[in-house]
């Protein structure tokens, strides 16, 4: 293993490994940065010559000879999840540090695998829980900071839409699951010790499509999460309601608002169904493209060597937390985070 040090005020070169719909928009972002540079894309098939040729830099069908030849500060790995391990380890061990699309790995122990390497090698390794730098989220953060719900009682999260035809290696609670456990842990400031699923398999040939999650954290909050690929239309929403109201946040238009409880304003609805109304205050939120912003944070960890926004450890924890919802739904039986082999407070 090759010791990683801060690039310091260097150029940042970048490598880019995988050339599918992510690959080209981390490429579309970085070549908007100054004082960094996307140097080369690496894929298996034609689409890494077409990426390169459109953006001006050198194509790799073979990712280590990216690393090899190139010696990249950082690469991006935007590849199929099954193969986020081998890569990024590849990367580590010659001393480049890494930003790998989420989910960081499929399993927990490849997720501890590409820990250890981080930990052995001292590189950076963010994870693309890019929901962690949307603004409305943010926002929603510093508001719970300030004490606007005093105690939460439950987050709720919805993630739906149609069905993805190019995701093949894993099903929806690792593919899009890991985004939703990583928020509501966030949130609630602490990690679930308790989690129970259902799953459902619909229109993928060979894993769930549908996920229905409950997560119980040590204060006693309750997160549910709703994921789905059977959605005709796409659905990015948060609910988190406390003792002194309601904060509800749609991840695409990055639109925040505030219900206050009150249940003095009681009204009738239809003349006969009784419900109570608070004020509803909608928070300003400045609009910023969440996949920016985390490249941004990436880069400058390169830059000056501090720990990224979502690190590893975070993307190993939503590896944790997804397949023991997917241990539940198979046991039909609550899982025990506790029970999850993970070396957090250990290596």
């Known amino acids: 293993m090759t010791r990683w040090t801060p690039a310091g005020n260097a150029e940042i070169r970048i490598g880019l490994i995988g050339a599918g719909a992510m690959g080209r928009n981390h490429a579309r972002v970085i070549r908007t940065f100054e004082n960094a540079r996307l140097v080369a894309v690496a894929d298996a098939d034609e689409r890494a010559a077409r990426l390169a040729a459109g953006v001006g830099v050198a194509s790799h069908g073979d990712p280590v000879a990216l690393l090899d030849d190139e010696r990249p500060h950082a690469v991006i790995i935007a590849t199929p999840t099954t193969t986020h391990a081998a890569l990024a380890i590849a990367a580590l061990a ?42 409305a989220v943010l926002e929603l953060g510093r508001r719970l900071r300030e004490g606007w719900l005093s105690t939460v009682y439950a987050v709720a999260s919805r993630r739906a839409g149609p069905f993805p035809a190019r995701i093949r290696d894993v099903g929806v609670t690792v593919d899009l699951a890991t985004h939703d456990v990583d928020i509501l842990s966030w949130i609630a400031g602490e990690r679930p010790v308790r989690v129970y699923a259902e799953t459902a398999q619909r229109l993928h040939a060979t894993h769930e499509d549908l996920l229905y999650g409950t997560l119980h954290f040590p204060s006693g909050t309750t997160g549910m999460i709703d994921v789905n690929w059977l959605t005709p239309a796409k659905r990015r929403q948060l609910t988190v309601v406390g003792e002194e109201g309601m904060f509800e946040l749609d991840y695409l238009t990055q639109r925040l608002t505030f ?71 198979r046991t039909r039986a609550p899982v025990l985070l506790d029970q999850v082999p993970m070396a957090l407070t250990t290596r």
């Open 94 to 135: 010659r001393g480049i540090a890494v930003l790998v699309e989420k989910p960081l790995a499929p399993t927990v122990d490849e997720a501890v695998a590409i820990l250890d390497a981080a930990r052995e090698t001292g590189a950076p390794v963010a994870v693309g829980h890019v929901e962690r730098h949307n603004p």
């Open 259 to 329: 219900t206050r409880a009150d249940v003095t304003q009681k009204r009738l609805i239809r003349g006969y169904a009784t419900t109570f109304e608070g004020d509803v205050a909608v928070i300003d939120v400045d609009p910023i493209e969440p996949l920016a912003a985390e490249l941004r944070d990436f880069v400058d960890s390169v830059r000056v060597g501090r720990r990224p926004t979502v690190a590893a450890e975070d993307g190993l924890w939503a590896v944790a937390i997804a397949n023991a919802l997917l241990d539940s739904a």
